[in-house]
């Protein structure tokens, strides 16, 4: 798999390629605790390309990496639509407590988000982490 690097880890805004330019399209009060991009030439049930959080070193906008498999999946609802997060390790793991504590809180933001700028309600959610390979 190709894996674009969108918003490198530590990020407060979050950035979407736009063409050969990448465009901010959300600020946030908490910083990305990872590298986040997308998988190419997929096709999420968003509509977009498959959303990827890559794990380890801080890594350039524009990267790309390609990794053979992902090792766990963030379950998780945006705006009433499943969009689901691939996890990738380029060494370091990471603690289920703080993926928890940060999509409920990004969860929490993005309802608030909606209702302030398009004024609606919208449902955000963090259903859990899914690792592969183990029970």
């Known amino acids: 798999m190709k894996i674009r690097i969108e918003t490198p880890k530590f990020s407060f805004f979050k950035y979407q390629k736009v ?4 465009k901010k399209v959300l600020f ?3 910083p990305t605790i990872f590298n986040y991009g997308f998988i190419e030439d997929t096709l999420g049930d968003d509509g977009m390309e498959e959303d990827a959080i890559v ?18 999946v963030v379950k998780f609802v945006d705006d009433s639509v499943q ?3 691939k996890v990738f390790y380029l060494g370091d793991r990471y603690s ?17 988000r909606y209702l302030l700028y398009e004024r609606r309600l919208a449902e955000c959610r963090f259903e859990g982490i899914e690792l592969f390979g183990k029970k």
């Open 96 to 112: 289920e407590k703080l993926f928890g504590s940060y999509f409920r809180m990004y969860a929490l933001f993005k309802r608030f």
């Open 83 to 85: 969009d689901d997060k």
């Open 19 to 22: 063409d050969d330019r990448y």
């Open 55 to 72: 794990l380890g070193p801080k890594l350039s906008q524009g990267t790309l990496i390609k990794l053979c498999n992902a090792d766990a």
């Open 28 to 30: 946030s009060p908490i």
